[in-house]
């Protein structure tokens, strides 16, 4: 109700003065847009020594003038900041996104930065920083503001107050809060994944974000279980209240899903390291190749510490129970994407030819891949095998084609369930001229070889209905099928570390504790991030991981205070027994 009363309250008032502008803008479009040939706003200078002074800018009416931000959303067109071309990327495996210094034909300008900045209207209640649109509840008007008036030192203080690692949400996060910027209602949002990004990549490059060590330490300990998003939110927290804090990593390289699960296109390694190195500086100890109710008793650490964080993710994937699930060559994303990150780290080390396992390197060249599953991790499928020059790529999708814009049950501020172009998508469209996706469809059976290899997949198509989606008979087809790769997400964390912790589960298998205290029915034992709320965003990840950290942090103050309280009457009383008379 409340949204539906904003946006007719927000079209009554905005619509109106949007009307002329916005209608003008889209008949000049094709003729008189504002942004040129080369991808950003046209700019425009008074003569040729007007060097010094901000140039002036080409706005939607046609009319050039300074940068002004009080009717910004209605001058300024949004212009994301594109990825680099896909023919070109294709051939590496650095980061789709531009380097500004390097990749300066594509890379936005700090007038482009400024102008899009510019767009951030001044809306009475912003939705973008709302539970609908940021879980962390980043303060975007405010560093949009800071970036509009050059103060990006202030901008990057106001990100990190609310995003413990802004360089990693500004590049794999798929920008809820864009969905339900009020902009959006009559136009298009803001470009605020971009504008998040900017700040905290020119921080690093400008040295302004160093380490921060406690002054003063707790005394009490903590063990967390987990080295992704949530794990390094709880333990970037908890360091900084004083604790000292020790994080377990089952994989031989800290960072879960941030290190193996999202690839080095997306999201470049060196960038995770960064971060976890200056963790390193602040206090927090890492550990690697400790996994817990493996190799690491569970109750070990629970004798050690006086706290325990359960960070470990949703790692047990969906599986596909179909005839010829068994055969060679079907994998799960996660096995084929981490096999692929672990060579290219190798290879980078120079340690590939004495510590690679060839038998788990799992290759799309030259074969006939099929990715069952969209979402992100299937696109990173698409990429990844996109990269090692597959024969072709197909992408499954059980569910039909999302509409080209927001469909009735669908509204503002809520996520867009519309029709898009991911990296993946684009780069195979640029190859082979087609989108890879099929809609509507489910496999039916794996078909092998002589060998066991698989070499085809048969499908049937589907129809939506009350009780679900439903095969239509008679519509088997056969695909070529080389790899074939499951992205059907996660369904639960792994239960042997619960089970011997004895912690209670809810009916997906998630570990149960409550939403906000993060306690679960064992003593001193917290639970955050997709082990307690299921598969979700690295950003709900780090909402998590911040209250996990504070729950914890209200645990051991209490806890300190009863230790202080029994130590001072353990004392009192050999006070008092010093004075008793002698018999």
Known sequence: MLAQRFISRAQRRVATSLRTSSVRAQSTKSTNSPIAQDGRHEVWREGIYDHDNEPKVRRRDGTVESVEKLRGFLNYQRNPEPYRDPLERINDWEEINPVPDRDVEVAHTAIERKIQAARCMDCGTPFCQTHTGCPIHNLIPEWNNLVYQDQWDDAIDRLHSTNNFPEFTGRVCPAPCEGSCVAGLVDSPVTIKNIEYAIVDRAFRDGKITP????????????????????????????????????????????GLLMYGIPNMKLEKETVDRRVNLLREEGIEFVTNANIGSNVDVNDLRANFDALCLCLGSTKPRDLPVPGRELKGVHFAMEFLTANQKKLLMTKEG????????????????????????????????????????KSVTNFELMPQPPMERAPNNPWPQWPRVFGVDYGHAEVQAVTGKDPRVYSVMTKELIGDEDGNVKALVTQDVELTDQGPKAVEGSEKEWPADLV????????????????????????????????????NVEGVFAGGDCRRGQSLVVWAINEGRGVADSCDEYLEQKRVDLSTTAQGQSTFANLSSLSPTI
């Open 351 to 390: 340690t590939l030819e004495s510590q690679w396992e060839k038998e788990n390197w799992i290759t799309a060249a030259g074969k006939n891949v099929i990715v069952i599953g969209g979402g992100d991790t299937g696109t990173d499928c698409i990429g990844t095998s996109m990269r090692h020059r597959c």
């Open 212 to 255: 921060r060590i406690p002054q003063e330490r707790s005394g009490l300990t903590v063990a967390v279980v987990g080295s992704g998003p949530s794990g390094l939110a709880t333990a970037d927290q908890l360091n900084q209240k004083g604790h000292k804090v020790t994080v377990f990593e089952r994989s031989d390289r800290i960072g």
């Open 485 to 520: 790769i499951l992205s059907m997400g996660f369904v639960s964390p792994e239960d042997y570390v619960t089970k011997e912790l004895g912690v209670d589960v809810d009916q997906r298998n998630n570990i149960h504790a409550v939403y906000g205290d993060y306690r679960t």
